[in-house]
């Protein structure tokens, strides 16, 4: 199957499969337009900083749009509610010295680097499970 072909397609979450992943090329040469322009890199940034952000851009009609923001906002949230529950588990674990653990917050910063330097990031468990889904 093209590659294309696995992200275009309205259900591809039945043919969805580890060799997919694995060779799945996100540096725009997916069928999606291949112009990212500086607003889509600073949108697709931010949505990891802060992710009322992300929730924004999947709002906003013109920012849906433009692939390259859905993907890291979709990804940015679902990240983000990764490392949330990692953060409460390891509170409760610890018995509140979870302080320590807000510092797993900077493992945001890698994404939204790799964001704004144009690349579709590929966070591991996290995009399979939303490509896997078809919510990108």
Do not use: C
């Not at 704004?116 to 889904?133: A, D, H, M, S, W």
């Amino acid at each position: 199957m093209p590659k294309q072909d696995l992200l275009l397609e309205e259900n591809h979450s039945a043919r969805f499969n580890q060799d997919d992943y694995e060779n799945l090329d996100f540096a725009g040469t997916n069928g999606y337009d291949q112009t990212i322009n500086m607003d889509d890199k600073l949108w697709a940034s931010i949505s990891y900083l802060l992710p009322i952000f992300a929730i924004i851009a999947l709002r906003n009609k013109d920012k849906r749009d433009r692939p390259f923001i859905k993907y890291h906002a979709v990804q940015a949230i679902a990240f983000s509610i990764v490392l949330l529950l990692l953060i409460l588990f390891i509170t409760i674990v610890t018995f509140l010295f979870g302080s320590i653990s807000s510092l797993i917050w900077f493992a945001m910063l890698w994404p939204a680097y790799d964001a704004y330097k144009g690349n579709y990031t590929k966070i591991p468990y996290v995009t399979k499970y939303i490509l896997k889904r078809g919510w990108v």
